[in-house]
């Protein structure tokens, strides 16, 4: 059992940044790869951003590339998402989850184990 915690939304005009936190718990280790995805109301829950459990490895969804950066703290069991340059589209609630079973990073969430409750982002216009 893994616990997910997510931090770090919040309201914020266009054009502005956000951190989030997604910090994990129980059955940790640094062996596993760590995602964002979003889900906007009444939408499905869509991939933004993954990394390898070395931190060596990111991927991103192609909307997002260059404004935000995927990290991972291993000693603090800890993944980041710091957003930049944020558009009212980037409105939405953001989960992190964790695959224990991947052999490569996963851009899907059904490749994820657990998710934490999500944080909501807004982005106002």
């Known amino acids: 059992q893994v616990q997910l915690v997510e931090s770090g939304g919040g309201l914020v005009q266009a054009g502005g940044s956000l951190r989030l936190s997604c910090a994990a718990s129980?059955?940790?280790?640094?062996?596993?790869?760590m995602g964002w995805f979003r889900q906007a109301p009444g939408k499905e829950r869509l991939f933004v951003a993954a990394?390898?459990?070395?931190?060596?490895?990111?991927l991103y969804v192609n909307s997002v590339k260059g404004r935000f950066t995927i990290s991972r703290d291993n000693a603090k069991s800890t993944v980041y998402l710091q957003m930049n340059s944020l558009k009212p589209e980037d409105t939405a609630v953001y989960y992190c989850?964790?695959?224990?079973?991947?052999?490569?990073?996963?851009?899907?969430?059904?490749?994820?184990?657990?998710w934490g409750q999500g944080t909501q982002v807004t982005v106002s216009s």
């Open positions: 989850g964790v695959a224990l079973h991947n052999l490569e990073i996963g851009t899907t969430p059904w490749e994820y184990d657990y």
């Open positions: 129980g059955r940790t280790s640094s062996n596993y790869h």
């Open positions: 990394i390898n459990w070395s931190g060596g490895s990111t």
